[in-house]
Structure formats: structure tokens, C-alpha cells
């Protein structure tokens, strides 16, 4: 009974300090740490990086879950062969996240179907795995959000929980037209985020058509003037990836049933 003690009593240790791999891994760890003939400080350093490890890997999976992307997509899964005009090399420098400590900005800009959600969604989970916290909208869905807030008197507080992450990630911009009050909401957004976080927006839309969708040349002046102030302009321009799918698809049927 008293050998059993002191393992009884660190188990109960380990659960009040909550080390949760230390209790799940001890054992293991303990018997692999003496059949190498290390001492109690290899044992030690052993549990401690393994706890360390895992509470990054779980902090790693709740940032991507706060982060709602639709689909998780990663750079490894991009074919940049398939879409030449792509900036490949700076796509791959802003996987580093430098562009996050410096508030700098991220504009995916071309044809439909081209990758650039794919791409943008990529940056946002280089950016939780380096720690950083990530919201990722649909433009027309955040606009809709902010509607709603304001409607049920919310609206300070959906401004302070998305002033939380360091990385705003809008994408879509250009299909749908807004309302006043929908422009205005989406403005004061990036007003709130100018020189505190970066935003990664993707869009169809060259710059002189923004107006279109915002309704408003003045309030459209003053958002390009802040989105692209430190930006990082990355064009994608060729064919679109479900085009090509569809090609492809229509051209099999045609050998299948000549």
C-alpha cells in the first residue's frame, strides 16, 4: 500500500496542476528514461517538453476553429504550376508571418475560380500556427453580421471581439453590392483595423470599380487609401480552376460516349 502512495499522490498532482500529458505520458516516459540509464533531469525535461508540445498543438486546433474557415487549405496543396501569373515567391515569404508584426496588409486580386480563397485561407493557417489569432469572413457574411448587431444593439461588442484576432481575413469582395449602412459598417471595420491588424482580402474587382459595390467615391477613397497603405498586391489572373474542371470533365464525356 505505501509503494503505491507517492504514485497516487502524483497522479492527483499532475490533474490538480493540470498536466495532462505528464499524467497520460509518465509511465512511458519514466520507463524508457531507465532502461536508458538517464538521470531525473533527462526525466524531467522529457515531460516538460512533452506537455509543451501538446498545449501548442491544442492552442494551435482551438485558433483554428476560432479562426471558422469553411475549408482548412493549406500552400502544400496549391498547384502555383497551374496559375503561372501567381507571385509564388511572395506568396511564400508571407508564410512566414513577417507581414503580421508589421500590420501590413494582403490583396488577392483577379479572375474567379484562380485560388485565391485557397490561398488566403493558407496565410490564415500559417498565421494560427504561428500563435496568431485569425477571423475569416465572408465580405457579404460580415456585412450581414454587422447589420444584425446593430439591429439587437451588439454592434460595440462584434467590433471589440473581432478587434481581438491579428489577422482579419475578408473574402469575396465584389459580388454583392451594399447598402449604405452595410459600406459603412464594413468601413469602420477596416477603419478599426488600420495600423492594428492586417486583413487579407480577396476580390474579382479592379480598384476603379470598388465604387460599385460601396456605393460611395468618397467612402471608397478613404478604404483603398487604408487597405492599401502597407499592402501586398498578388494577382491572379488565369483560368479558372472549375472552368478547367469542367473542360476536362465535358472531354472525357465526349470519349466515353463518341
Excluded at 15 to 26: D, H, I, S
Excluded at 86 to 100: C, F, K, Q, S
Aim: proline residues 4%.
Amino acid at each position: 500500500m505505501a509503494s503505491k502512495k507517492p504514485v497516487v499522490l502524483l497522479e492527483h498532482y499532475l490533474k490538480q496542476l493540470k498536466l495532462p500529458t505528464m499524467l497520460r505520458e509518465y509511465p512511458a516516459i519514466a520507463a524508457a528514461c531507465a532502461q536508458e540509464g538517464q538521470d531525473h533531469i533527462a526525466f524531467l525535461l522529457r515531460m516538460a517538453e512533452r506537455e509543451l508540445l501538446d498545449r501548442e498543438q491544442r492552442a494551435a486546433e482551438r485558433r483554428l476553429k476560432a479562426a471558422r474557415f469553411p475549408v482548412v487549405k493549406t500552400l502544400d496543396t496549391f498547384d502555383f504550376t497551374a496559375q503561372p501569373t501567381i507571385n509564388t515567391p511572395l506568396v511564400l515569404e508571407l508564410a512566414r508571418g513577417d507581414y503580421l508584426e508589421a500590420r501590413e496588409n494582403v490583396l488577392f486580386m483577379g479572375n474567379p475560380g484562380t485560388g485565391k480563397t485557397h490561398l488566403a485561407t493558407a496565410l490564415g493557417h500559417c498565421a494560427c500556427a504561428q500563435g496568431k489569432h485569425v477571423r475569416f469572413f465572408s465580405v457579404t457574411g460580415l456585412v450581414t453580421q454587422l447589420l444584425e448587431a446593430r439591429e439587437e444593439r451588439l454592434l460595440e461588442r462584434l467590433f471589440n471581439r473581432i478587434g481581438k484576432a491579428h489577422l482579419l481575413i475578408l473574402d469575396e469582395f465584389g459580388y454583392v453590392p451594399f447598402s449604405k449602412a452595410g459600406s459603412e459598417l464594413l468601413f469602420e471595420i477596416v477603419s478599426r483595423a488600420y495600423e492594428r491588424q492586417s486583413i487579407v482580402l480577396t476580390t474579382n474587382l479592379p480598384f476603379e470599380n470598388w465604387t460599385e459595390i460601396l456605393g460611395n467615391e468618397r467612402m471608397t477613397g478613404a478604404l483603398l487609401d487604408r487597405i492599401t497603405h502597407r499592402v501586398h498586391i498578388i494577382e491572379a489572373n488565369g483560368e479558372s480552376y472549375r472552368l478547367k474542371d469542367a473542360k476536362k470533365h465535358a472531354k472525357h464525356k465526349r470519349r466515353e460516349n463518341p
